[in-house]
């Protein structure tokens, strides 16, 4: 405690060599609950807590059986996957190293590689019936571009799903500044019975994420003859 009475939280004493940036997300870090509640249950990320609370409003995991994760690592969201659906098959994607995660596929690889969407279903038995995207672009702080180019990745994850996935299946990705763009929510609604924007408690409230949960995917549209 301080001499005000006020509970000062974990400080950095070393942040001399750091930017101010950088201290200021790691003293965040350090004081946030949710990180420390993670490794207390071992998750390997916060984000585990998201996957959770949008699972308890949607039921996204009841009955899954194949399961696509796009921007996998650290690995938290095919936890939760795996301990809420255990005979699921997942495969994920991520530009960064992901360790192994039991009954979980994993490509190091750029989704928007020519190649990505080819690995990913060819390592499911079966069509999916979940495609999560907790992708975000590394932000450059040029805000404009920073949004087109996360709306880039939820735009190539959209694609993905409305081509692979089984009908009645489901679709989450993570969005930016309230909501999805008029053009990708209009393909969203007439692709799905179901299109949704929630932002989980454990979402910071400082940060302009959502998500988007479109579910009851309608099919393939028949091609034409
Ligand atoms: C917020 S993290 C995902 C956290 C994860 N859901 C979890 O629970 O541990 C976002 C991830 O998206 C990945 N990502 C961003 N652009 C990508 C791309 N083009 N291809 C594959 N992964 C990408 C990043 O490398 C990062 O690991």
Do not use: C
């Not at 949710?34 to 949607?58: C, H, N, P, T």
């Amino acid at each position: 405690m301080s001499r005000s009475g006020r509970d000062p939280g974990t400080r950095l004493r070393t942040a001399k060599k750091r930017t101010a940036s950088s201290a200021r997300w790691l003293t965040r870090q350090l004081n946030d609950p949710y990180v420390q509640k993670a490794r207390a249950e071992g998750w390997r990320s916060r984000a585990a807590f998201k996957m959770i609370e949008l699972d308890e409003k949607f039921a996204l995991l009841k009955g899954a059986r194949r399961v696509v994760d796009l921007g996998i690592a650290p690995g938290g969201w095919s936890q939760v996957v795996r301990q809420r659906a255990p005979l699921a098959k997942v495969v994920g994607i991520d530009l960064l190293p992901t360790d192994p995660i039991e009954g979980v596929t994993i490509f190091q690889m750029d989704f928007m590689a020519d190649e990505a969407p080819e690995a990913l279903t060819g390592a499911l038995d079966g069509p999916p019936d979940l495609v999560i995207s907790d992708m975000a672009a590394n932000t450059v702080g040029h805000k404009q571009t920073d949004h087109l180019r996360t709306m880039g990745l939820v735009e190539t994850a959209v694609d993905f799903a409305i081509t692979h996935l089984a009908p009645g299946g489901a679709f989450v990705a993570k969005v930016f500044a309230g909501g999805t763009d008029t053009t990708l929510l209009n393909l969203l609604k007439r692709n799905f019975t179901t299109v949704k924007h929630a932002k989980p408690p454990a979402s910071r409230k400082d940060s302009s994420e959502w998500y988007v949960i479109a579910q009851g995917f309608k099919g393939k549209p028949a091609e034409p003859a």
